[in-house]
């Protein structure tokens, strides 16, 4: 069989138009059984395809829209067409949008008119959608930066997503949410005078081959970052120079000195930890990274939905109150 996918448009003024966005073939003599339905490539073309036409449409119809003045109803000029690149969850398009210019109506009163302005900067002031913005901030919370990245890529006909993105989104986000401003009333007056340094570590235990017979390793890879500049370090238990002397190499190297507080975001493993504090002399904070973070709230969020689907239980806060003894 063959299905021919065609979307059709209805715009406010009664016109219509047809997109034909493509068309599978099934031959049921040669299908196989992973070739029912709809396979996820096909899936991701066809949401493709989808969002260029009904994003095309919207941008048609916005633009006409916007020539008409809101204060005299006349029909303003269009100045020129200027491309722009728009970032969404079904692909990233290069449209052409149209300047409009200021309407004359306005020019006898005492507002200063300004240049041609786009319809479009409205609606997208980042040039991407606020969905795409909210899944790479929840995906950058939930999983590491790469992984977040390639989860897109995998499910999402989207553009191709750099773990630099996903965790540049996510510090957007915390930075709108005020997060910023509580963290640098923690740090020490004097370490405002040096650039800050945020160490990222992680840890791993290698086990030996057992035809070799030689000790596990205990690794510990991560990152040192500065406002400018970063360093990534990988040090082993086992060698000859202590990791924390090695480490306090890596730190010097980007202009760290005795009197400067660190920055330490790991799994919440203490010899991580103590691996940094032994390199700086006990001075750091320790926060939490988000994966770990989501992973215990995760248990609770799983546990209250349990509890939801319990027949007959309405109340989900009374068990959750505190007795008047003092007793949880």
Not at 73 to 100: C, E, N, W
Not at 268 to 285: F, H, I, S, W, Y
Request: include cysteine.
């Amino acid at each position: 069989m063959e299905v021919r996918i065609i979307v059709e448009t209805t715009f406010e003024n009664g016109t219509t138009k047809r997109h034909r966005l493509g068309r599978l073939s099934r031959s049921f003599r040669s299908t196989q059984p992973e070739g029912f339905g709809l396979l996820l490539e096909d899936a991701k073309t066809i949401l493709a395809q989808l969002q260029t036409a009904i994003l095309i449409d919207q941008i048609e119809e916005i633009s006409e829209a916007s020539r008409v003045c809101p204060d005299c109803d006349g029909i303003r000029a269009i100045h020129d067409y200027r491309s722009r690149v728009l970032d969404t969850l079904f692909g990233r398009l290069q449209v052409k949008v149209p300047r409009i210019r200021r309407c004359a109506c306005k020019a006898k009163s005492d507002v200063v008119l300004g240049g041609p302005h786009t319809p479009l900067a409205h609606f997208f002031p980042d040039r991407s959608t606020p969905e795409l913005r909210r899944l790479q901030a929840e995906l950058g919370a939930r999983h590491s930066f790469r992984e977040a990245a390639r989860i897109l890529e995998t499910f999402l006909p989207c553009a191709k997503q750099l773990n630099t993105s996903v965790r540049n989104r996510l510090g957007k986000v915390a930075r709108d949410n005020g997060y910023s401003t509580q963290t640098e009333a923690v740090v020490s007056a004097g370490a405002e005078l040096a650039p800050e340094l945020t160490v990222f570590v992680d840890g791993a235990h290698i086990r030996c081959r057992p035809e070799y017979q030689k000790r596990h390793l205990d690794v510990a890879v991560g990152k040192i970052e500065s406002l400018d500049n970063c360093r990534r370090f990988g040090l082993v238990k086992q060698a000859v120079l202590s990791p924390a002397c090695q480490l306090r190499q890596d730190l010097r190297a980007l202009g760290w000195d005795q009197n400067q507080a660190v920055t330490v975001i790991s799994d919440g493993e203490p010899a991580l930890l103590n691996l940094v504090r032994g390199a700086t002399g006990g001075k750091g904070r320790h926060i939490l990274d988000w994966w770990h973070i989501s992973m215990r709230i995760q248990h609770v969020e799983n546990a209250v939905k349990g509890l939801l689907q319990i027949g007959g239980l309405s109340r989900i806060p009374v068990l959750f109150e505190r007795p008047a003894g003092g007793m949880t």
